[in-house]
């Protein structure tokens, strides 16, 4: 399973490295089945596979999880629950983040300038 | 913006699924709005696995209707508490603290009536925080055991509708997924509402006391610091505590085994019914404050007092039972969750008051004849566990047993008989027999019309078997040795067929109460009842000739022999009331065969279907059944089209006499006299019409349910 990561990294890395010279659109392309994690309006935030997004911005993720707090105060425990595949309007979404290697957010970083 | 994603991030790495050591979270909102504006419209970034099917199903965040996370009221429970949406006690003032209570327990029992008439618990009862945090209350001993009382009753109920399953179609009643259910301190409820009940009757003894005995009393605190109230409100919490422990108490008895708590539950149904008109009686004294213009608020409210309870939120739960939200749904008014609880009480009154006999015949009836005045699902779980319980009859006698009771055979000594592969499996078809027969009418119609098949099957084997071992017996080396075996699987043979075309009966009668059959219909409605009534009245005469048979042989063989005269009546007047049914059904066909066939009436011609299609879908699981068993509707079409008036009279007058006859021997039965009066007038009326269309050709007719709901009555009108 390890090895397994270590090779999927590895190879993120080499695609990531000549990356920079990719449009964005294969570079999102890239991003696809990785874990993403998208926050809300609300304060959730929801964890799943990267499935599809559109143009307008609506992302669709796999096995989403739904992390939401318990309390409106800020430091509080959270609750969560299995969704299965949902659909995430780019008008509500806050944040968005992908799971990814040191290096390859590295790159990622260059690619916004 | 950038700063707070950021800080986001940041607080994200502590949630607990954090890729490996390696790896972060890579901030790409800037990388993919980068890509959406490089993308065509319509155009999609996705995978090879992308299926745009599967993408529809998606669950859409942050859609009222779909996203049952969106944060509504409360974040959750402890929020709700926090913020002193439930606080204990309700107020620091007595008299109001008092009055929210009573609001409570109103509505509470709305929830409970709302819940049992088909919504979910979590959106109903369990929408109160007092019920779903029971320990909070517990310094409030009144709120406390209220609340506890009120989860065990639910319990109670949860269980009763789970373990007979009638719940097919009401799936969501047993739905308790993630609500707080611990039995053992619900159990305490009933002891501690004991205990305030007392306090609280003292407490009204003391108000109503005259001063010097007041002296006496003066150390008892009031219920509350208004003396002008006190005697009522004691009165108003008094009536709901009772209504709710002498229900506990009942449905707890009905559960005894063997129907054995079933005397002490007519008791407490009695006290709760009288209870309930107390609680219904106080609404004047409640609502006093509340409604001064009219009436029609109070018809919607769901307390007694009209005031909004405190402490419910029913958004609190709507992430327990799917992902998507629940539908909003009404409550039943205060009003109307009495009635029902009325209803209920009642139709489990009819329960208690059942005998018990071990006689088929007397069990089915029974059963109708509940099911008329339509039972909700609580009731009729009730009657389903009552009537099998451990594969028995009231958990007592097989069905075989039973069986041979109603062919006056004694099985005690044939041992091996429980055995035999047949009766083991006529003890499963009678088990969903019975269970079928409670079900809701609709339900019950469908599963009917099912089971007729297993019925059918079950009986052409048996004929088999039967008919083999006869053939062998005849031999003469067949040894005497009381072993009546044989005799009594014949018997049962032809029993079985009775059986099956009882259920054929009700499958079609059932059709007029679900209101199925259309006016043009009638004609092969009452056709198909006419040839299944004939057979049923034939194997039911068959079957008290046995019984007399077998009985005579026995007083003959013992003089002391006590013969069940009752029973035998009471079998051949059943048999008179098929027959008479048989000559309406024979009449009704008739009569409307000819009226058709002179172009009084319409034929059932619509622009969909034809005659003998509606025939095949009205009754094609009664001919998948072999119902008669020859081709139903060639047979249907022959004997109609050309029918005329005269023998009409004859089917009517047959009717008619023999009601007259029947209504004798039913003169103790107000239920059974009432159904006969109404065959009788059928008849009468039916006879009237046909005298008045051979008079005048031009008149209009229609029929009616009028004297009874499954015999029409023609009802003729001049244009």
């Known amino acids: ?113 | 913006m950038q700063s707070v994603t950021e800080e986001e991030s940041s607080s994200i790495d502590h949630e607990p699924r954090t890729s490996g050591d390696n790896s972060v979270w890579a901030h790409v909102s800037p990388l993919l709005s980068a890509a959406c504006s490089d993308l065509q419209e319509g155009e999609l970034i996705h995978g090879d696995n992308f299926n745009l099917f599967a993408a529809m199903s998606a669950l859409e965040i942050m859609d009222p209707k779909m996203d049952s996370g969106m944060v509504s009221t409360f974040y959750s429970i402890d929020e709700a508490i926090e913020s002193g949406f439930a606080p204990v006690p309700i107020s620091s003032d007595r008299t109001v603290d008092v009055q929210s209570i009573i609001d409570i327990m109103d509505h509470l029992l709305a929830c409970e009536a709302t819940w049992q008439m088909g919504h979910s618990l979590a959106q109903t009862v369990f929408s109160c925080i007092y019920v779903l945090r029971p320990e909070r209350t517990s310094s409030h001993a009144l709120l406390h055991s209220f609340c506890r009382v009120v989860r065990a009753t639910c319990r109670a109920l949860v269980s009763v509708v789970s373990d007979a399953r009638t719940n097919e179609e009401e799936d969501l009643f047993t739905m308790t997924y993630g609500l707080p259910f611990s039995g053992d301190e619900d159990a305490k409820g009933l002891l501690l509402l004991n205990a305030v009940e007392e306090t609280i009757c003292r407490q009204l003894r003391a108000c109503k006391a005259t001063s010097s005995k007041r002296r006496m009393l003066e150390e008892l605190e009031p219920l509350q610091t208004n003396p002008q109230l006190e005697e009522s409100l004691c009165k108003a919490l008094l009536c709901r505590i009772r209504f709710r422990k002498h229900l506990l108490h009942a449905l707890n008895c009905m559960r005894r085994p063997q129907g054995r708590g079933l005397e002490l539950a007519r008791k407490h149904i009695a006290y709760c019914i009288a209870e309930l008109d107390s609680v219904l009686n106080s609404v004047e004294f409640l609502s006093s404050e509340t409604f001064e213009n009219g009436k029609n608020e109070m018809e919607e409210s769901t307390t007694g007092s009209g005031r909004n309870p405190i402490g419910f939120e029913p958004t609190l739960n709507k992430r327990l039972s799917a992902p998507t939200p629940p539908r909003a749904i009404k409550l039943l008014s205060w009003k109307k969750a009495i009635d029902y609880y009325v209803k209920l009480l009642h139709n489990l009154d009819q329960i208690c008051a059942f005998k018990l006999e071990p006689d088929l015949d007397a069990v089915l009836q029974f059963v109708v004849q509940f099911q008329k005045s339509r039972p909700d699902l609580v009731a009729r779980a009730h009657l389903q566990l009552l009537l099998v319980q451990d594969g028995k009859l009231y958990g007592r006698d097989t069905f075989l047993t039973i069986c041979a009771r109603s062919l006056a055979l004694d099985v005690t000594k044939n041992h091996g008989l429980h055995l035999n592969e047949h009766i083991l499996q006529l003890n499963q078809l009678m088990i969903n027999l019975l269970k079928i027969l409670c079900a809701n009418t609709p339900w019950q119609r469908r599963k009917l019309g099912k089971i007729l098949n297993d019925w059918s099957i079950f009986n052409v084997q048996m004929g088999i078997t039967v008919g083999h071992m006869m053939q062998q017996v005849t031999k003469p080396r067949t040894p005497k040795n009381g072993d009546k075996s044989l005799l009594i699987l014949n018997h049962i043979y032809g029993w079985v067929e009775e059986q099956i075309h009882w259920v054929a009966l009700r499958f079609l009668v059932l059709g007029f109460d679900l209101e199925l059959y259309s006016p043009s219909e009638y004609c092969m409605v009452y056709w198909y009842m006419y040839i299944i009534l004939w057979k049923l009245a034939e194997k039911a005469h068959m079957r008290v000739l046995i019984i007399v048979h077998t009985e005579e042989r026995k007083a003959k063989k013992r003089e002391d022999y006590s013969r069940d005269l009752a029973r035998e009546d009471r079998i051949s007047l059943w048999v008179l009331l098929l027959k008479c049914q048989t000559s309406l059904a024979q009449g009704l066909t008739v009569m409307i065969a000819a009226l058709r066939n002179e172009g009084m009436c319409l034929k059932s011609q619509g622009p969909f279907n034809t005659e003998s299609e509606k025939f095949i879908q009205h009754f094609g699981l009664l001919q998948k059944a072999s119902l008669p068993k020859y081709d139903a509707y060639e047979s249907f079409s022959e004997s109609t089209c050309h029918a005329f008036y005269l023998p009409v009279y004859e089917c009517f007058r047959d009717a008619q006499k023999m009601a007259k006859e029947i209504k004798v021997g039913y003169a103790n039965d107000p239920d059974k006299l009432a159904e006969v009066v109404g065959l009788e007038q059928v008849a009468e009326h039916n006879i009237i019409a046909v005298n008045l269309l051979c008079q005048d050709r031009s008149l209009k007719v229609s029929f009616e349910f009028i004297h009874h709901p499954h015999f029409a009555t023609a009802v003729v009108r001049r244009s």
């Open chain 1, 1 to 113: 399973m390890e090895q397994e990561g270590a090779e999927r990294s590895t190879t993120i890395v080499a695609s990531t490295s000549e990356g920079s010279s990719l449009d964005p659109i294969a570079r999102v392309r890239k991003l696809l089945f990785r874990q993403m994690l998208v926050g809300i309006k609300d304060g959730r935030f929801f964890l799943g596979n990267f499935h599809c997004i559109d143009k307008q911005g609506n992302i669709l993720l796999q096995d989403a999880v739904e992390y939401r707090s318990i309390r409106r105060s800020s430091p509080s425990p959270t609750e969560q629950r299995c969704l299965g595949i949902i659909l995430i309007p780019a008008s509500c979404r806050t944040s968005c983040h992908v799971d990814c290697s040191i290096e390859e957010q590295l790159s990622l970083i260059q690619l916004k300038e």
